[in-house]
Each structure stands twice: as C-alpha cells, then as structure tokens.
C-alpha cells in the first residue's frame, strides 16, 4: 500500500461530525393567526438546518456525488461562486468532511456573511460585484477559473448541478409528502437556482401525476422569472432586495415548465409579511420566507375551494437582524414610511424623543464613550445633560487629543473632551445650511427651541438624497446567490 493509499483509506474511514445526521428532517408547521382564506397553509422550517437554511440540504447532496463519482478526492479542495447559504452549507459539509473550501464571494456581500463561512473554516476570496456574466471577474468566471487552476479541485456550480435538485427530489419531497399523510394540493416556492422547484417539481409529478399538485412559484419584483413563466419572455432584470431567491437569468437545472401558477411580491410586502410571520405566528424568517409567505397567502386567498397549501421558511431571520428587522435600515431604505414633516426633521434617522439617540452624560467617560461610538458604529455623540438638553457634542479626534499621550486618561470625564461650541439649526433649515455645517468637519444638531431633535450627518444627509432619486434614474443592484 502507498503512502497515497493509505492516507486515502483513513480519510475514507473517519467518521464525520454528528451535526451531517441532523441536516433535513425539518419541522413542518401551520399557520393559525394569518388569512389563508378557504385554505390550510404549512411552513416548512428549512431555517433549523445545522447552518440556518435550505442550502444545506443540497450541500451534503452535491458534496457525496462527487465523492461518488470521484470528481472530488481526499485532500481535495471544494470551489463554489457563492454569497450566502450555499457557502455555509458547503463551508460546513465539506470542512467537516476534511476538504479545503474555498468560496469566491461578490464583494458587496455583508461582513457578517463573509465572517461566517471563515468562522467555519472556509477561504474566501473576494471579487467584484459591479461586472457581469463574462466579465472575467465576475464571480462565477472566478470560481470557474480556480477549478481549473487548482490541483484536485472541484467546482460545485450549484446552477448546473443534477445533485442539487436530486436532494429535494430525495428528501425535501418525501417529507413533505410524508408530514402532510399524503394529502397536498401546492405547493409555494421561490427560484435562486431551480433546485427545490426541479426537485420537488419532479417528485410530486411521480407521487401524484398529470399536474396533480400545483407548483407555485414567488418572485421577487425585478427578477425575470415571473414574467418568463407568464409569457416565455425573458426582459431586462431590475433590482430587489430579497436575498437567495429570484434571478437574471434561467438557470441551466431550473424547469420552469413545471411552475403551475406565479406571483410576483414586490421587496416592501415581502419584508412586510417576513415582520407579522414573526410577531403573530412566531416564526423567525428570512427576507425571502416573505416573498414565499406573500406568495402562498395570495394564492390560498384566491382559492375557492379548500386546499392544503405547503411553503417554506428558506432559511433563518437571524442572518436579517441588522436589515429587514431593523427599523432604521427599513426607514433609510424607504421599506417603512415616517410621518413626513416636509422639512429638516425628515432626515434625523435616530429621533431623541423616540429614545433612538445613543448618548453620553458629561460626567460620564471618555472610556464609555468610545466603547458607546465602537458598539453603535458611529464616530460622534451628543452630550446630555440629566435635564435631556444637548448641552456638546464628542467625536473620535476629541477622545484621541486626551489618551493619545496616556491612556490613563480615558478615566477623564467626557465635560472635559467635549465641543460645546455647537452647529444647531431649526427643523425649518435648507439643506443648504447643513451643506455648511458640514464643510466646517461638524454634524448638525437640529433643535426645535430648547428641544434636541437629533442629529443629522453627511450620511444621513447621502441616505435622504439617494432614497429620492428617481426611480428611473436609479442603477440596477444585482443579486448574488
Ligand atoms: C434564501 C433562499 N435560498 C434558496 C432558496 C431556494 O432556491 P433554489 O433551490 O432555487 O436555489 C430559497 C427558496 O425559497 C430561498 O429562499
């Protein structure tokens, strides 16, 4: 026996991580406190999947057909073009496998996406977001390239691989079938790679044949698969803000043949059904889980006979926190509309007497205002008296002018660091004034009389003039699967 072999044979014989066992058999749960009209809908919990999402079904799937068929060896090393749950599921399917993983990732994607897959021990490499399809940059150009450089590597390419829709054809359908005893009328999908539509699609054909039970797909506005189902055409794709589901094109192992009736949610209602799915049923979705949700109560509504309704929970709300269950990221957005007062006030992101203001006392620390401004992700706070006027303002240059010779000095009070020579300007202001104020290096505080408001900073200021661009003029944002 080799040296080759022998290390071959232990890899083949190490028994891998115990979490593989738990992905799939996901809950499957009712909804009792939305309209589903004459119907019965079921949510399938994809989002109590070891990584938080569907994905991590065709993971495992695509991970053993290679091993299977030899295309991915012992000391391998797994590539995919991927931004989201396919890389987690991937990162933890083949790095408990042993294989190195390495995922070429768009770099628009968030910082805590890109931590999480090399938190599970993935490499990344980051390329551009703004190219398209041929562009030798593009991400799936990118991952296509590395396969071929790299020794021993294999490119997953979940667009085109049998082994994704085979894990929904495999078990996502049989459970389904299994938990609902057999007895379902639709079934509500979204699109990101055609996966579950062509798997399930498949399966339900077999189990109950000639179009027995309806494959629903929800889109997302903007993507082109709504339209191409509805007409054959495939138009020009817009943006949308939904992630993991809806596309600019159609991938190589999606069957569009098989969506049997298609809706089309636009990001604001999806987002809107995702927030009220977790405040009256308790189910902590993502952003697409409000496409789906949206999509399946429409069409259980416009039913008029009783039926027996499947969906999905694709993957976890958790991976949202700081966008769609984030009032301010939803308001800077434009996804949550504020009382317009039709002057300054309308661009104070963080209103003081709503307590959304993160402060400091004077007597507080230089300490506590620093470890303040890290948490919150800003460079400047506003200085409260305990009678809540703002009475100065700190920034980062003011607690460095006082520690940066000795750092004892962050025991000193904030009163002693602080500017209390202050830019303030009435809710009646133009933008114009706050134009000078920030040429000046300060941000605006806007008081009406005695009255702190809030603050307003160039970004703020960037957020209200990109949110009233107009629509026509406003770039298309692509969307990475
Ligand atoms: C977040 C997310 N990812 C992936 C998918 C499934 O996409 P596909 O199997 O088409 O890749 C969905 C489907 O709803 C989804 O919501």
Redesign the pocket.
Known sequence: MSLLDVATAAFATKKPPGILALIGDTPLVEVTQLDTGPCQLFLKLENQNPTG???DR?ALSMIEAAERDGSLQPGGTVIEATA???GLGLALVAGAKGYRVLLVIPDKMSQEKISHVRALGAEVRLTRSDVTRGHPEYYQDVAARLAEEIPGAFYVN?FGNPA??LA?ERSTGPEIWEQMRHDVDAIV?????????T?LGNFFNRVKPRRGIEMVL?DPTGSVLFEYVKTGKLVESGSWAV???GEDFI?DI?DMSLVTEAYEINDEDAFAVARELLRKEGIFG????G??VAGALRYCREQTKPKRVVS?V??TGNKYLSKMYNDFWMAEQGFMQRQPHGDLSDLISHRYEAGEVITVGPNDTLLTAFKRMRDADVSQLPVVDPGGRSIGIIDESDVLVKVHRDSTHFNDHVETAMTDRLETLPPTSKIQDLLGVFDRGRVAIVMDGDKFLGLITRTDLLSYLRRHMPKSAAPVEREF?
């Open positions: 999402s569907i994905k065709i989201g749950n396919t979940q994704n829709p929904h999908v979204g699109v990101g790679s055609g996966g579950t539509l798997g929800a992630e993991g589901i991938p999606a993502g952003s697409s889980t496409t789906l999905f694709p993957d699967s």
